[in-house]
Structures are given as structure tokens and as C-alpha cells.
């Protein structure tokens, strides 16, 4: 049975609970870029971050940053106990609404390209292949594609 979700915006006192639930391999500095980067797109009205609350609990966490012409979805996580219960996908359509609020036309995500799981979740709802690039990570260069999805 599915939990029942809901979704708002990131608060600050989610910074805890999703530490332990979502990044719990990263350390506090990794949690405060994160808070920091989403409250500093939504002060701009460039992006922002939504939580999914599951049992009175943040469980999920999801960013979108409006560029010129694009918007894009990142960061996107669920906690580990909480993934294929559908709550990832249902976090990708509420930031896809918050994209289409603050004014994108084309919404897109990247993903590793061995990571088959989170590129078959973006293509079963409508993100198709664009381009795939070459990114430095601390671990070595890895291939990410990018899918898009227009949401006029």
C-alpha cells in the first residue's frame, strides 16, 4: 500500500530530517548548499524546492532552477526505505508545475547513464532523450544524459 504524500515548500527545519533520510552520506556543509541554493533561487524567483511529507515527515526532496530557456529539475531524491512507492514520481510532476508556474515552456532533468532506473522513471512520464555530456564529479568524468519534456 502507498503512503499517503503530500507537497510543499522546502522549510528550514526540514534540514535535519532530510539529512538523515536523503543525505545521510553527506555531510552538514552538503545539506546547507543545498537549503542555501534552493532558498536563494526562490527569493529570486528563478526555481525553488519542494518536500514530499509522508507521515508528518519530509521524505523527498526536489529542486528546479529556471534558466533562459529551460527549466531544469536536479537533486531530485527519495529516502531510501520510501523508492518505488511512487513518490519520486509524483515529486517530478509537482516540480514540473512549478516550472510551468514560474513561466517554462521545456522542463529537463540529467541522469548518470548507468543510473537505468531513474532514466526509464523520467521516460515513462514523458521526458524523452536530448543530449548526453561529459561531467567532472570527485569520483571521475561520468556520462549524464539529459531528457526534456515540453509542458505547454
Known sequence: MNPEVTFRE???SDARRLH???????NRAYVEMMFRRAFTLQNRN?????????????????????????A???????SGELRGLGIGTALLDE?????QQLGSKTVEIGARVNNTRAIALYE???FVPNRTINLRFSTGVE???Y?????E
Open 143 to 145: 556520462d549524464i544524459v
Open 10 to 12: 522546502l522549510q528550514r
Open 72 to 78: 531544469e529539475i536536479s537533486d531530485l531524491v527519495v
Open 20 to 26: 538523515e533520510a536523503c543525505w545521510a552520506d553527506q
Open 124 to 126: 515513462r512520464v514523458g
Open 147 to 151: 531528457l526534456r519534456k515540453s509542458i
Open 95 to 99: 516540480l514540473t508545475c512549478l516550472a
Open 46 to 70: 528563478r526555481g525553488g524546492a519542494r518536500v514530499a511529507v509522508v507521515n508528518n515527515q519530509a521524505c523527498a526532496f526536489g529542486l528546479v532552477t529556471i534558466w533562459s530557456q529551460v
